[in-house]
T-cell receptor, first 112, second 113 residues
Framework: NAGVTQTPKFQVLKTGQSMTLQCAQD?????MYWYRQDPGMGLRLIYY???????DKGEVPNGYNVSRLNKREFSLRLESAAPSQTSVYFC???????????FGEGSWLTVV | KQEVTQIPAALSVPEGENLVLNCSFT??????LQWFRQDPGKGLTSLLL?????REQTSGRLNASLDKSSGRSTLYIAASQPGDSATYLC????????????FGKGTLLTVNP
């Protein structure tokens, strides 16, 4: 998954703690996405950013905030983590025509 | 709202068998459709991408078709091997000026030796 870097790869949080997942791409893509993946649920879109400076809610935005400070970086923040946010999180970036889609390697988050 | 459905949810076949995975989507105004493979505990690997103007794409033993008007795609795997065991995900790229990639829930494929 060259080109999209996610950190951290693993994280354990206590309920109520906050944290930020970082995502960066170096392919000059306009669109970036945050997904969560739960068993039997496929990938569900949390937030996306069609271009620098814009963000929009996806299918499951509650409990999350995002920030697209520049074209390269799109971060996902959990302000007050809940056990229901235990999941695998994937960041992706896509070129304008949707021809090239790159995923990060995933971030495994456990909230206890 | 775009919705993507994959059937079956799970499939178990003996080695060597040809098989078909199905994907359907509700909004035919798509840019493209893509099939991914995911191994347990791993990220996603892109297998095939079909543009909305195309009917099919082939890569090795894999062939993906697209019927945009009926909102359907199939992934055909020929001569299956145990190494093909994985979850296969279908995703459609759509949404007008707000580009969205919507995934199905996947098909868990097990190929038995």
């Amino acid at each position: 998954n060259a080109g999209v870097t996610q950190t951290p790869k693993f994280q354990v949080l206590k309920t109520g703690q906050s944290m930020t997942l970082q995502c960066a791409q170096d392919m000059n893509h306009n669109s970036m996405y945050w997904y969560r993946q739960d068993p039997g649920m496929g990938l569900r879109l949390i937030y996306y950013s069609a271009s620098e400076g814009t963000t929009d809610k996806g299918e499951v935005p509650n409990g999350y905030n995002v920030s697209r400070l520049n074209k390269r970086e799109f971060s996902l923040r959990l302000e007050s983590a809940a056990p229901s946010q235990t999941s695998v999180y994937f960041c992706a970036s896509i070129d304008r025509a949707g021809n090239t889609i790159y995923f990060g390697e995933g971030s495994w988050l456990t909230v206890v | 709202k775009q919705e993507v459905t994959q059937i079956p949810a799970a499939l178990s076949v003996p080695e060597g068998e040809n098989l078909v995975l199905n994907c359907s989507f509700t909004d035919s105004a798509i840019y493209n459709l893509q099939w991914f493979r995911q191994d347990p505990g791993k990220g996603l690997t892109s297998l095939l991408l079909i543009q909305s103007s195309q009917r099919e794409q082939t890569s090795g033993r894999l062939n993906a078709s697209l019927d945009k008007s009926s909102g359907r795609s199939t992934l055909y795997i020929a001569a299956s091997q145990p190494g093909d065991s994985a979850t296969y995900l279908c995703a459609v790229f759509s949404g007008g000026s707000n580009y969205k990639l919507t995934f199905g829930k996947g098909t868990l494929l097990t190929v038995n030796p």
